[in-house]
């Protein structure tokens, strides 16, 4: 599974230049890992640093101007940093597997004369087969939509400029606001390109309310959780379909890691829809989902979707805590690691300011997020805090040094 080892974000909102991870020319700094959780105050910006993963697979699936305006973002005006000129930018350091060499996407976003924003530089880059390191050579190289792009699977060129070469050919977008890989991402001849545009597309970003969750869709089974989480009757539909011997053992295994909940079943409507049931072990009638609370549904939404049999590669959750009686956060906590450590399972990303939640991390995987005078973010690998190390190796949990302030500045 394809795993991002840094990301960097610059001029979005109190971003103005925030690094997770570390990127090609930093070889020095540890990557980041199956699972990363930031955490920080109240507006600190961690909905922003969210939303900077989101904002990037909207450009895609989208184009750029649209994503500027969705989501209550305001338009390229109101995204760019407060009294910073310049484009956005976004890099992501990743590799498609264990061993692969590892790709580096950049993008800046301008405003052109009329106000609009637009893709001022796009660029896939990756190391030459058969070499460990050195420099990563341009694969795609569009500037305000012009440039060149190699074909197969290697990159021939030494040059950022784009020497010409028979493997390479030049190449003019009619419509800046589409990222170029977007539509070269389509194409055979680019099998590269095509990764990185499967892996950006692949992203899951959750924005699970309950209520939607309890809508009844009209029947018909869906592969994937949606990022509302009001598909939820159609993927245990299709769950049921297509696993119907290991469908309710998936449901008897959920059920143990909720407390309360003895069993889930399911019941077909007339019209061929599934309502989820839920025993509680009491004498009454099972409760159907839509009576259930807010964590118990949040909680089974989650679980049901670490279940996926072809899970997205990367999974961002903004406070998976709301809702949740504070003790099963560390189910949850250990159920995500789990899933993130498996070769076949999802990067995952969250954000948080519950200290029950970071009790079950290490150092490693938690980052804080901080405001700095100049109004910016600034971020923080945990260990890389003096002596916290130290600290959680004396059994010290993370969350309670938090809350006593220790990991902040």
């Known amino acids: 599974m394809a795993r991002i080892e840094g990301f960097r974000v610059q001029n979005f909102k109190a971003l103005k230049d925030v690094t997770l991870g570390r990127l090609s020319n930093q070889k020095d700094i540890a990557s980041l890992g199956d699972m990363t959780v930031v955490i920080g105050k109240n507006g600190v910006g961690k909905s922003t640093l969210f939303d900077a993963f989101g904002f990037l697979a909207d450009c895609l699936i989208f184009d750029v101007e649209t994503a500027c305006d969705m989501k209550q973002r305001g338009g390229f005006g109101r995204l760019c940093s407060k009294g910073c000129e310049g484009p956005i930018k ?109 892996f950006l597309k692949g992203w899951y970003l959750s924005y699970f309310t309950p209520d939607a969750a309890r809508s009844l869709p009209a029947s018909g089974p869906q592969k994937h959780l949606n990022i509302h989480g009001d598909n939820l009757g159609n993927v245990v539909q299709f769950m049921e379909r297509e696993y119907k011997k290991k469908f309710q053992d998936i449901l008897d295994a959920i059920a143990l890691k909720i407390p309360s909940i003895q069993s889930i079943s399911t019941e077909e409507t007339a019209d061929k829809r599934l309502l989820l049931k839920f025993d509680d072990g009491s004498a009454q009638d099972p409760f159907y989902a839509q009576q259930m609370s807010d ?114 500045g």
């Not at 699977?153 to 977007?182: F, H, K, W």
């Not at 906590?333 to 519950?354: D, L, M, Y």
């Open 90 to 198: 976004l890099d992501v350091y990743y590799r498609e597997g264990v061993g692969e060499r590892p790709i580096t996407y950049e993008l800046e976003i301008s405003m052109d004369d009329h106000g609009r924003p637009f893709v001022s530089s796009e660029m896939l880059r990756q190391r030459r087969k058969g070499r460990s390191n050195g420099k990563p050579y341009p694969f795609l190289n569009l500037k305000n939509g012009v440039g060149r792009v190699w074909a197969g699977i290697d990159t021939l060129s030494e040059s950022l400029g784009g020497e010409e070469d028979n493997t390479s050919s030049p190449i003019e977008l009619t419509d800046l606001r589409q990222l170029g890989v977007a539509t070269l991402g389509t194409l055979k001849e680019h099998p590269r390109i095509k990764k990185f545009r499967e």
């Open 295 to 408: 964590g118990t549904l949040k909680v089974f939404a989650y679980l049901l979707m670490l279940e996926d049999p072809s899970p997205p590669p990367f999974i961002c959750i903004e406070e998976p805590e709301n809702g949740l009686y504070h003790k099963l956060l560390d189910t949850l906590v250990h159920e995500f690691r789990e899933h993130a450590q498996n070769k076949k399972g999802s990067q995952i990303f969250v954000t948080t300011h519950q200290p029950y939640l970071v009790d079950g991390l290490a150092p490693e995987e938690v980052w804080i997020l901080e405001k700095q005078s100049d109004g910016f973010s600034k971020i923080t690998r945990v260990s890389d805090i003096p002596n916290v190390k130290e600290l959680y190796e004396q059994e010290l949990p993370l969350g309670a040094l938090w809350y006593s302030d220790y990991l902040e």
